[in-house]
């Protein structure tokens, strides 16, 4: 068995905006090319050309429909990954100490020399974020880009997670979420931001900020109304109105 | 127990090197960081400083590394051995293939040059290949325009002079209210994203118009399921509303319109319709100072919008009088358009109302001062912050053409265009109509063609036809049928080669086109025209050339195959004389350079096109004494010059005192200083220009001054379509230039001068209660056509697409997860997954688009689920609409520009016995390049 820290220093995390997400999946994949060439070994892809092709991603979209009690269905794209949980349940599992959780920075990663791929913090997590690549036969999960964010080998604007630096919609924010003060902090406030599954009690560092409400106009029309209060009924109206108009510009 | 946390390298080195290029995962040439470990490509990134895509990068942009690796790349030359489509090919020099290919092309060249027809798919060098088939003359070429979005090209550069995405965009740090309709996901990529990113982080509304809520739809504030066909119908109907309010700029209109121009009201003049001109042929208006008329552009003139005068016994009313005659017409009322497009009235009304509030109440002030062309200096910059975008949705309908021009007038009137937080123009748009070339065709044995193929016919007069009537081009573009076919019809050009009308050709060459899968209606009707034989056993279509950097369908039907190389292998050149990466605050040009070399005897088709070029001796391609003029393309690049000092790129061009941008001499270190540069130029605009840029004297002297423009050319928006009113005054009798008879009636009700609605014409041919459901695709964002299916990462992502059946028609087969379904259409059928999904217009199914593959292409297993389960609906669309009994087939096509009208598809549905695999099936084609592997565990560096 792993312990987890008592405390952290930091509690790095993400937070992410289901209000702008719309599903590109660029996150997905600037994430596996990213993580394919650096830490571990690399995200392998099975039959990749094939009937079945699988592979390993640290980051992955799922889509579902929504029916709200009015108004028409819509669709909501959640990106998930691992969340970086305070109360991870992967960690204390592990039979070999790999799987732990960073006490500077809160963020769980793999040692993946000490991995003998058993699969129990998959099983463990309660939110699926992990894969076991089956190439390398060693557990994979999202590092955080522990190997960008702390990199004097980039600029340091470049020094985030890259899906979040390459997220177009800017749906995707980086900070510490441990300090009220921190943007990402002040994001999760101001927007509501929501724990994935709190019942689980693993307590995640990433925070989900949900959609804003929709297809509200009904609710409007009669604020709105007078916008279309005729000035005419009929073109030779329209014209009378129109040189009146223009009188006064 | 407690463990010692493991040491990590918190800073590995990234790279040896970053290459900075331009990507090509999609259309939209955002600028990438290409870090290089021991050589090789290692990872990709988006470039920060770059203006497209600001440092951010998509899905397809990010998993460039394994387009760039596929196992489908082709290896060398090919020739066909085999039978066509058989995919039996030996490997040859690239000595024998362009010695093979000038066998064919310089023995037409001398005596038709019309009987090649050369057409390119996605390419983005349209000003070379165009030039090339020009000096080659043969008046048959065009690009992927015309089963694109040429819809929505040419209505936007007839009524405003640009259109959407690289013609222009949204003021996305200022609008309060944008409005997307119709777009595919995949283009306008990153900036859409970003720019709906950043209305978001403002609160700023976004609502969708689309049948189908998925992307930007999902993530819109509101959503418009309107039905398919019908938007052009709605957003006249929002005219309606805001002209009886009284909601339109009027001082805009004055100004910067035709509203105030006068029409020559008499319908038994053979001007009626026309606009009223002085001697100079500048359109006259009321000046409302005098009460006379007067030049629009006269200085001072107050132009008056409701303005009349009699001359030489002729009314003349001005052209907002005729609009008013036309909206204000119960027709437009939400009421009456409501259930024809879908919606409930009062959503309609709901919108007009919103955008009229925006508009009005929450304008916009910039204090900025500017003088007009009319030479009025003004103070400030008003701006009504509500934008507009749309694309395919509303374009590929045969209604297209006036939808896109009802939807620029829509944002006319708001006084919205190039105005701050509404729609702004990228250089080198804005740009009129009548000031692009008019179309060119006259083809002489052995010499070039007398101008640009392509242009802006303003007139009957501009057609391309015979002395006798015949249609001059091969896919019969600018013909009474498709008068202002601004972008060829390509989709037309294997159906009517085939049946040798108008003629027969000798060489298809293409590039970047899969014409015999997705790119092609009646997919399976176009692989049997490609292979069918005549009387004598010889091919109908005698000789094809492809070029193309991948397995692709289309491969196995070339006789001559001249392999491409991938984006990050290759000079290319984003110019403004084509289709440059402009921002609306700045012309911007880019360029690709071999970031790698080719590891396989492959060269960049332009390369290549330099090469046949000089071997076909093609003025413009050789020296004086006969002599190759360039090297390669990149020698192009930096050596060609259109007119003396402008260039393909506009960057680090010599000047008499020094290096200079826009207009100067060559300079051989040009593309040397882009790639320093991260592969691309800017060059701003200054402040006082940013905005009102069509009226913009400092806007117009900038560009002068970059080479945009020989001389200011300002102009007023056209609401008023004169070009259009004189193919209809044609079909009315008036004139030298008579259309067929046939085809009066339409040209009557189509050609329309002011944006009118009809249904897509192909409702008109068949039984639509037999075909209830509309039947639409959709490009993923994270897949660019057929390409993403070989990148071992994306078609994980993309690797099937169902048929999306929404709730009504679900329900009312009784579907269940893991049914098929039969889809019919007039033409065809196809069996297919379904897959329900509630956030769908009622009556419409759609899937993503071009991920169905046919076996053994892309390098792919033959049990690859593309080619099992995924399919194409277009073996549904059929070229030709269904007949009706007039012994005539008409096209499938926009009626004005001749674009593919892919989305008036109409379908039946019905529950069906899972079949092995899709239905139609197709026979498996050889694969050139053999398959890929079993698995991949990608790193380069060590």
Known sequence: MTQLPASTDRQLGLVIDLDTCVGCHACVTSCKGWNTENYGAPLSDQEPYGGDPSGTFLNRIHSYEVQPETGPAQLIHFPKSCLHCEDAPCVPVCPTGASYKRSEDGIVLVNESDCIGCGLCAWACPYGARELDQAEGVMKKCTLCVDRIYNENLPEEDRVPACVRTCPAGARHFGDLSDPESAVSQLVAERGGMDLMPEQGARPANKYLPPRPKDSWEGETDVLAPFLTPVAEEPKGFLGWLDRALEKI | MTVQQPKIDLSPKVSDEVRKTTCYMCACRCGINVHMKDGKVAYIEGNRDHPVNKGVLCAKGAAGIMQHNAPSRLRAPLKRVGPRGSGEFEEISWDEALELAVSWLKPIRDTAPEKLAFFTGRDQSQSFTGFWAQAYGTPNFAAHGGFCSVNMAAGGIYTMGGAFWEFGSPDWDRTKLFMIFGVAEDHDSNPIKMGIGRLKERGARVVGVNPIRTGYNAVADEWIGITPGTDGLFILSLVHCLMKAGKIDLDYLARFTNAPVLLNCDPKSAEYGLILRDEEGKPQVIDRRTGKPAAFDAADVKPDLGGHIRRAGISHVTVMQKMAERYLDAAYSPEVVGPQVGLDPARIRHLAADIARVAFDEAIEIDQPWTDFRGERHEKMIGRPVSFHAMRGISAHSNGFQTARALHVLQILLGSVETPGGFRFKPPYPKPASAHP??????????????????????????????????????????????????????????????????????????????????????????????????????????????????????????????????????DCISLLDRPISEPEAAADAIRWPVVEPDRDVRGFQSVLVDLGARLGLPGFVNEDGTAKYADYADYIVNHQRKPGIGPLSGWRMGDKGLTSGRGAPNEAQIDSYIKNGGFSVFHIPDEAQFMKPWNMAYQDWAVDLGLYDAPTPYIFELYSEPLRRFQLAAEGHGPHQPPEHLRERLKQTMDPLPVWYPPLSDDREDTEAFPVHALTQRPMAMYHSWGTQNAWLRQIHGRNPLYVPTFWWEKLGLADGDWVRVTSSHGAITVPAAHMAALNRDTVWTWNAIGKRKGAWALDRDAPEATKGFLLNHLIHELLPPKGDGLRWSNSDPITGQAAWFDLRVRLEKADPPAEVQPEFDAIRSPVGTGPAELRWKVGS
Not at chain 2, 443 to 460: E, I, M, S
Not at chain 2, 464 to 487: F, M, V
Not at chain 2, 521 to 541: H, K, P, R, S, W
């Open chain 2, 438 to 571: 008019r179309p060119h065709f006259m083809a002489t044995p052995g010499k070039p063609l007398d101008g640009p193929h392509l242009g802006y016919p303003q007139g009957p007069a501009d057609l391309g036809l015979t002395k006798d009537g015949q249609p001059i081009r091969i896919d019969k573009a600018y013909t009474w049928e498709n008068p202002l076919s601004a972008h060829g019809l390509m989709h037309m050009v294997i159906s009517n080669a085939h049946a040798g009308d108008p003629y027969r050709i000798d060489t298809l060459f293409l590039y970047m086109a899969n014409m015999a899968w997705n790119s092609s209606m009646n997919t399976a009707a176009v692989m049997q025209m490609l292979t069918d034989t005549d009387e004598n056993g010889d091919y109908v279509i005698p000789h094809i050339i492809y070029s193309d950097a991948y397995s692709s369908e289309t491969v196995a039907y070339a006789d001559l195959v001249l392999p491409d190389t991938t984006y990050l292998e290759r000079h």
